[in-house]
């Protein structure tokens, strides 16, 4: 099964702030590689797809990076609404694997 | 609008077996693959399984193979997931997903497997 590591498990940011989550795959997944977000009580949405690909009516100041077994997730300039938990999900093989979650707080 | 709608979860006495469904609207439910995923309360998510369009192709996390069975009816555009020998672990809010790279997620129903 592929492994995916992600990085920091939390962090405490202020708006405004530039943050980056990272994600590291046991083995290369090309491009396979998606970003969610989820606030408390709710369901996750996705934010990018295809590793780069912005979601539908994510605000752009979400971006993904990376192929093979690096990734980042960066919001360039958080804002209230962004304090949320994110999460990486591989689908390159079966079983698809998620990371572990970063919690992202208010500082 | 894509909406997905969970139903079925419960409280359940280990051993016990459980069906979920999940109505899928808005969009044409049998040109997608469909998935389950699942998070146990304060825990991150975790991919159940998924099922394939006309083949009916079928994928499972090793947690729940064998005792977790996914399925779909594609005129009633509904997705089932067929739970059995439910253990502890099992407890969780199961979500249903559109495709197999959760695309669009429904709100979730709450399966709680104790004595």
């Known amino acids: 099964d592929i492994q995916m590591t992600q990085s920091p498990s939390s962090l405490s940011a202020s708006v405004g702030d530039r943050v980056t989550i990272t994600c590291r795959a046991s083995?290369?997944?090309?491009?396979?590689l998606g970003w969610y977000q989820q606030k408390p009580g709710k369901a996750p949405k996705r934010l990018i797809y295809?590793?780069?690909s912005l979601q539908s009516g994510v605000p752009s100041r979400f971006s993904g990076s990376g192929s093979g077994t690096e990734f980042t997730l960066t919001i360039s300039s958080l804002q209230p609404e962004d304090f949320a938990t994110y999460y990486c999900?591989?689908?390159?093989?079966?079983?698809?694997?998620f990371g572990q979650g970063t919690m992202l707080e208010i500082k | 609008d894509v909406q997905l709608l969970e139903s079925g979860g419960g409280l359940v006495q280990p051993g016990g077996s459980l069906r979920l469904s999940c109505a899928a609207s808005g969009f044409t439910f049998s040109s997608y693959a469909m998935s389950w995923v699942r998070q146990a309360p304060g825990k991150g998510l975790e991919w159940v399984s998924v099922?394939?369009?006309?083949?009916?192709?079928?994928y499972y996390a090793d947690s729940v193979k064998g005792r977790f069975t996914i399925s779909r009816d594609n005129p009633k555009s509904t997705l089932y997931l067929q739970m059995s020998s439910l253990r502890a672990e099992d407890t969780a809010v199961y979500y249903c997903?559109?495709?197999?790279?959760?695309?669009?997620w429904g709100q979730g129903t709450l399966v709680t497997v104790s004595s």
């Open positions: 999900l591989q689908h390159n093989s079966y079983p698809y694997t």
């Open positions: 997903a559109r495709n197999a790279w959760l695309e669009f």
């Open positions: 083995q290369g997944i090309r491009n396979d």
């Open positions: 099922i394939g369009t006309s083949d009916g192709s079928t």
């Open positions: 295809a590793a780069s």
